[in-house]
Structure formats: structure tokens, C-alpha cells
């Protein structure tokens, strides 16, 4: 009987309970009850019952931080009504300095978590402090996987019967860590376009160099658009079918002298409108449709990466789809063109910059080198000197290591995808590395056992661009973790205002969809999964 009267006094106190699950989160989900149930050396500072919205149920928002050495690394934990019996991990993008909503996860049931691995700011003079780009490296990832994995258990008072991680680009950088690092830390983990760290900003700053160096030099986005149109109709057709996409863009050998100034001024067109649109470019002058020396050199050098000791260290980008609001001028040259300054050079300025401008420029103050160095910049980095400098950076940064043997004695089971048209993170890297560790495993079959590679025609960084962009892997991964249903394709959607326009299905790496000939090349159902 007390008990009835307390859970009606307490009903009584919350506006709106109607149910006693309500109530029951109510005192489960405060500071001091959640703090009891803490594993050692994590910190509550926050507990409350956040109510249904929308589809999202009922949770308990717990807010806290682990101790890492010297550092402390702050999260969110979502625990909601209904739980489903799974922890789902959230990455997070850029530098960090974030923690994910947690709302989609929830709303599928799931325990979820996400940190802000190791710093507040996303202001990136923290990468002065070693503990810290550790934390962010790999470590806060680990320890606040632990830490709520614990905390979910001791909630429920049930243990956690599937532990997942999904995240994309800096995501799926920490996703991949987490796979060469802490194999025993998640039973899944999907990993999109992971980023590498210092190779990545490396790239990029090879390219700026150039670019910036001059206005000939320079990438507007018309010049994009140019340059996109120009690989579409070199390269669509290449997979046996003309359908606005480039499927696999290692097909195609597209030439960039073809839209060279100069080579339209020796009349590589002689049509009446030509002649007159290309009036300026009659001595290989810049002109609209066409790219100066320069341009084309930076056009050369965005495909091309960088090397390091004769060695790729930077991959370079594939060929299409450089074009639209999400691809090459949202991440490299910027919808506000730089400023000329007094030696000729350009610089950016104000908020607005390209994305990969954004990320690489404070990355070689703070983070790149061994040991900051104030009068070290991007525009002096030369890989063949300054490599040994870059080095134990990359090793806390960068998740290269090919060997995935002790994530798969482990059990785990590791979905990865990537756009090839992604303007951010090189697809050509991922490729590479997925082969690399296909070598150090043991072979395809032995690969397949345990891991899934997916590119995706036509997308930019995780998600935009013409081709079908939108896809859920975390199914396809619960039901290869939790039933034994290996991967095979993933049907994927071009979605327009709310309107699917096209489908197609993603197929595991090396296979590639292949047009059977009938029906519409709009539909999945037209298509099947085979070598190139």
C-alpha cells in the first residue's frame, strides 16, 4: 500500500505522467541514482526525463564525462522507454568538439550515446594539448564506449545484448580506430567516408598551395561546372549505359588538356557560336568555357593527390560529378572567392570558407605536426622534408593500420561505404586501403567473412550529388551480427522534395550494378551485382 500511495504522490508532481513508466524513469533518472550506478571515473552532471516527441519516445538525457589521463571527455546518453536491448554509438563530424543528437537512434530503440571526444570548441587550439588530440585521435571514442555501455546495463538492470557504432567522415574515421584499435568494443560498426587525418589535410594543402597562389590558379564554381559537364560526357557511357551517372570512375581516363584555353584557341571547335564564345580565348586566354594553365594544373592536382618518399600519402580524387551545391565549391574552392592580395597570391577570408579549406588551414597550426610550430603553415609544407614531422600525428590521427585480423576474431562484423564523387575525403583512399587489407587478412574470402566496402556512384559527402544517396546499413548490419545474414547489394534512393526518382542497388566492393538490358534505368529491379 505505501508503495501505491508513494507512486501516486509522485504522479501527482510530474505535469502531464499519465503512466507509471514515467514515474519509474522519473527516480530512475536523476544525477544521483544514475551517478551510483556509474563505473569508476565517470562524472553525472545532468539527469532528466526528456518526454515523447514526435515519433522519438520517452528517455533519460544523462550528461557526463569520463577522465581520461589528463583530459576529461564529456558525453550524452539517450535511455529510452522501450529500450530495444542495443547500445548504438553516434560519431560526430569535423574536428569534434560536438555530441550528435541522438533522436534518430532513439526512435529505433536503441541506448545511444555520442561524444564530443575530449574538447568543447570546435576551435581547434585545443590540438595544443597532447591529452587532448588523443582523446579525439581514438581514446575518448573508447572510453565513453565503455562508459555507456556500463551505465545502459546498470539502468536496465539487463545486459547489452548488441553494441554498434555508426558515424560518417570524422565518424567514420572514429568508427575505423575503433575497428583497429578496440575490436572488442562494439559487435558491428559502420564506418562512411572515414576520414585519415593528416594524409587528408596533407592533400589538401598541396592543392591550396597551387590554387591560391594566383588568380589564373583559380577554381570558380562556373569553371566547376564546366569541368563536370565536360567528365559526364567523357565518362557516362563508359559502364555501357547513359544515364547521367558515373558508376566507376577508374573506367574512365579523362583528359583535362581537352578543356585547355589553348587548345580551343588552335579551334578544337569551329561552330559560329563557338568561335564567338570563345573570342577571348584566341591566345589562350581565359574564357568561359575552358581552363587557364593554371586552372587545369589545379584541376591535375585535385586528381592526383600527393606522394610522400615516392610513396602515395595523400590519394587523389576520381574523375565526375565535381559539380552542384555539395560537391567541389562547397569543399574546395568556396562560393566566395578568396581576395587577391598585394603579392598577387589569394587568401579567404570571413566565415564562408570551403569546407576542406576550413578543416586543413587551423589543422597544420594545431594538430598536423609533432610539435606546434608558429612559423609553420601549410603554404611551406613540403611531404619529401617534413614528413618525419608529421609522423606521431598520424599515428594518433590517422586510421591506416590494414590489419582488421584481431576485429575479426573478435566477432565483430564491419560495413564501410563511400561515395566516389566525394569532394571531402578521398573514395580512391578507401578503395586503396579496403585492398590493402583484404592483402593482410588473408584474401577476398577471408575479407568477406567479416567486412563489406559499398561505393556509391554519383554522392558526395555523406549524402548530395546525383546518385542515389540515401540508404540505411544499419539493418543489413543488425541482421548479419544478430542472424548471420551476410550483406549482399543495398538498395539505395535518389530522394528530390520528398520524391524518389531513382533507385539502384549498392553492391559489395569489387562487384558493381550492371544494367540487365530491360526495364527502366531508374529502377533497382533493372540492375544486378557483378564484376566490372
Same mark, same amino acid.
Given at each position: 500500500?505505501?508503495n501505491?500511495?508513494?507512486?501516486?504522490?509522485?504522479?501527482?508532481?510530474?505535469?502531464?505522467?499519465?503512466?507509471?513508466?514515467?514515474?519509474?524513469?522519473?527516480?530512475?533518472?536523476?544525477?544521483?541514482?544514475?551517478?551510483?550506478?556509474?563505473?569508476?571515473?565517470?562524472t553525472?552532471?545532468?539527469? $532528466?526525463? $526528456?518526454?515523447?516527441?514526435?515519433?522519438?519516445?520517452?528517455?533519460?538525457?544523462?550528461?557526463?564525462?569520463?577522465?581520461?589521463?589528463?583530459?576529461?571527455?564529456?558525453?550524452?546518453?539517450?535511455?529510452?522507454? #522501450?529500450?530495444?536491448?542495443?547500445?548504438?554509438?553516434?560519431?560526430?563530424?569535423?574536428?569534434?568538439?560536438?555530441?550528435?543528437n541522438?533522436?534518430?537512434?532513439?526512435?529505433?530503440g536503441?541506448?545511444?550515446?555520442?561524444?564530443?571526444?575530449?574538447?568543447?570548441?570546435?576551435?581547434?587550439?585545443?590540438?595544443?594539448?597532447?591529452?587532448?588530440?588523443?582523446?579525439?585521435?581514438? *581514446?575518448?571514442?573508447?572510453?565513453?564506449?565503455? %562508459? #555507456?555501455?556500463?551505465?545502459?546495463?546498470?539502468?536496465?538492470? +539487463?545486459?547489452?545484448?548488441?553494441?554498434?557504432?555508426?558515424?560518417?567522415?570524422?565518424?567514420?574515421?572514429?568508427?575505423?580506430?575503433?575497428?583497429?584499435?578496440?575490436?572488442d568494443?562494439?559487435?558491428?560498426?559502420?564506418?562512411?567516408?572515414?576520414a585519415?587525418g593528416?594524409?587528408?589535410?596533407?592533400?589538401?594543402?598541396?592543392?591550396?598551395?597551387?590554387?591560391?597562389?594566383?588568380?589564373?590558379?583559380?577554381?570558380?564554381?562556373?569553371?566547376?561546372? $564546366?569541368?563536370?559537364?565536360?567528365?559526364?560526357?567523357?565518362?557516362?557511357?563508359?559502364?555501357?549505359?547513359?544515364?547521367?551517372?558515373?558508376?566507376?570512375?577508374?573506367t574512365?581516363?579523362?583528359?583535362?588538356?581537352?578543356?585547355?584555353?589553348?587548345?580551343?584557341a588552335?579551334?578544337?571547335s569551329?561552330?559560329?557560336?563557338?568561335?564567338?564564345?570563345?573570342?577571348?580565348? +584566341?591566345?589562350?586566354?581565359?574564357?568561359?568555357?575552358?581552363?587557364?594553365?593554371?586552372?587545369?594544373?589545379?584541376?591535375?592536382?585535385?586528381?592526383?593527390?600527393?606522394? %610522400?618518399?615516392?610513396?602515395?600519402?595523400?590519394?587523389?580524387?576520381?574523375?565526375?560529378?565535381?559539380?552542384?551545391?555539395?560537391?567541389?565549391?562547397?569543399?574546395?574552392?568556396?562560393?566566395?572567392?578568396?581576395?587577391?592580395?598585394?603579392?598577387?597570391?589569394?587568401?579567404?577570408?570571413?566565415?564562408?570558407?570551403?569546407?576542406?579549406?576550413?578543416?586543413?588551414?587551423?589543422?597544420?597550426?594545431?594538430?598536423?605536426?609533432?610539435?606546434?610550430?608558429?612559423?609553420f603553415?601549410?603554404?611551406?609544407?613540403?611531404?619529401?622534408?617534413?614528413?618525419?614531422?608529421?609522423?606521431?600525428?598520424?599515428?594518433?590521427?590517422?586510421?591506416?593500420?590494414?590489419?582488421?585480423?584481431?576485429?575479426?576474431?573478435?566477432?565483430?562484423?564491419?560495413?564501410?561505404?563511400?561515395?566516389?564523387?566525394?569532394?571531402g575525403?578521398?573514395?580512391?583512399?578507401t578503395?586503396?586501403?579496403?585492398?590493402?587489407?583484404?592483402?593482410?587478412?588473408g584474401?577476398? +574470402?577471408?575479407?568477406?567473412?567479416?567486412? *563489406?566496402?559499398?561505393?556509391?556512384?554519383?554522392?558526395?559527402?555523406?549524402?548530395?550529388g546525383?546518385?542515389?544517396?540515401?540508404?540505411?546499413?544499419?539493418?543489413?548490419?543488425?541482421?548479419? $551480427?544478430?542472424?548471420g545474414v551476410?550483406?549482399g547489394?543495398?538498395?539505395?534512393? *535518389?530522394?528530390?522534395?520528398?520524391?524518389?526518382?531513382r533507385?539502384?542497388?549498392?553492391?559489395?566492393?569489387?562487384?558493381?550494378?550492371?544494367?540487365?538490358?530491360?526495364?527502366?534505368?531508374?529502377?533497382?529491379?533493372?540492375?544486378?551485382?557483378?564484376?566490372?
Open positions: 500500500m505505501r501505491a500511495a508513494l507512486m501516486a504522490l509522485l504522479l501527482s508532481l510530474i505535469p502531464g505522467a499519465h503512466a507509471q513508466g514515467l514515474v519509474a524513469q522519473s527516480i530512475a533518472c536523476s544525477v544521483a541514482v544514475v551517478q551510483a550506478k556509474a563505473p569508476k571515473g565517470t553525472i552532471i545532468g539527469a $532528466v526525463v $526528456v518526454p515523447t516527441e514526435g515519433k522519438r519516445p520517452q528517455y533519460c538525457r544523462v550528461d557526463g564525462h569520463v577522465a581520461s589521463p589528463g583530459n576529461e571527455v564529456n558525453f550524452r546518453l539517450g535511455l529510452p522507454d #522501450g529500450w530495444n536491448g542495443k547500445f548504438l554509438f553516434q560519431g560526430v563530424g569535423g574536428l569534434g568538439g560536438t555530441i550528435a541522438l533522436d534518430s537512434s532513439l526512435v529505433r536503441y541506448a545511444a550515446a555520442s561524444t564530443d571526444t575530449g574538447h568543447v570548441s570546435t576551435d581547434p587550439n585545443w590540438g595544443s594539448n597532447r591529452a587532448k588530440e588523443i582523446d579525439y585521435g581514438y *581514446r575518448g571514442t573508447h572510453v565513453t564506449a565503455v %562508459a #555507456g555501455k556500463a551505465l545502459t546495463s546498470a539502468f536496465y538492470a +539487463k545486459p547489452v545484448q548488441y553494441a554498434y557504432f555508426n558515424g560518417c567522415s570524422n565518424g567514420g574515421r572514429q568508427a575505423m580506430m575503433e575497428v583497429q584499435r578496440y575490436p568494443d562494439f559487435d558491428g560498426i559502420i564506418g562512411g567516408h572515414p585519415t593528416t594524409p587528408m589535410q596533407a592533400g589538401r594543402a598541396i592543392v591550396y598551395q597551387h590554387m591560391l597562389a594566383s588568380p589564373d590558379n583559380y577554381l570558380s564554381s562556373e569553371k566547376i561546372e $564546366v569541368l563536370s559537364q565536360a567528365t559526364l560526357a567523357a565518362c557516362d557511357g563508359k559502364d555501357g549505359l547513359v544515364d547521367g551517372l558515373i558508376t566507376d570512375p577508374r574512365c581516363s579523362f583528359k583535362v588538356e581537352t578543356l585547355a584555353c589553348s587548345t580551343f588552335q579551334g578544337a569551329t561552330s559560329a557560336s563557338a568561335t564567338a564564345d570563345r573570342s577571348a580565348d +584566341k591566345q589562350g586566354a581565359d574564357g568561359p568555357d575552358c581552363l587557364t594553365a593554371g586552372q587545369a594544373t589545379t584541376v591535375k592536382k585535385i586528381y592526383a593527390g600527393a606522394t %610522400a618518399d615516392g610513396k602515395p600519402f595523400a590519394y587523389g580524387f576520381p574523375v565526375g560529378h565535381e559539380g552542384g551545391a555539395t560537391g567541389w565549391t562547397q569543399w574546395i574552392s568556396g562560393a566566395v572567392a578568396p581576395a587577391k592580395q598585394e603579392d598577387g597570391s589569394l587568401a579567404y577570408g570571413g566565415t564562408r570558407l570551403p569546407s576542406g579549406y576550413g578543416l586543413m588551414e587551423p589543422n597544420f597550426r594545431f594538430l598536423a605536426l609533432d610539435n606546434d610550430d608558429p612559423a603553415s601549410w603554404k611551406v609544407l613540403n611531404l619529401d622534408r617534413d614528413l618525419p614531422r608529421l609522423k606521431t600525428m598520424t599515428e594518433i590521427l590517422s586510421p591506416l593500420d590494414p590489419d582488421l585480423r584481431p576485429f575479426r576474431k573478435s566477432g565483430g562484423k564491419l560495413i564501410m561505404y563511400h561515395g566516389w564523387s566525394d569532394p575525403i578521398s573514395a580512391v583512399g578503395v586503396a586501403y579496403y585492398d590493402q587489407m583484404v592483402k593482410t587478412v584474401g577476398q +574470402k577471408d575479407a568477406d567473412s567479416f567486412t *563489406r566496402l559499398y561505393m556509391v556512384p554519383g554522392m558526395h559527402h555523406c549524402s548530395g546525383p546518385g542515389p544517396n540515401s540508404f540505411d546499413m544499419l539493418p543489413v548490419l543488425e541482421a548479419w $551480427v544478430e542472424k551476410a550483406p547489394s543495398v538498395i539505395a534512393s *535518389r530522394v528530390v522534395d520528398g520524391k524518389t526518382e533507385t539502384r542497388p549498392l553492391c559489395p566492393h569489387p562487384q558493381v550494378a550492371r544494367y540487365t538490358g530491360k526495364g527502366s534505368v531508374d529502377e533497382a529491379a533493372s540492375f544486378r551485382c557483378g564484376v566490372r
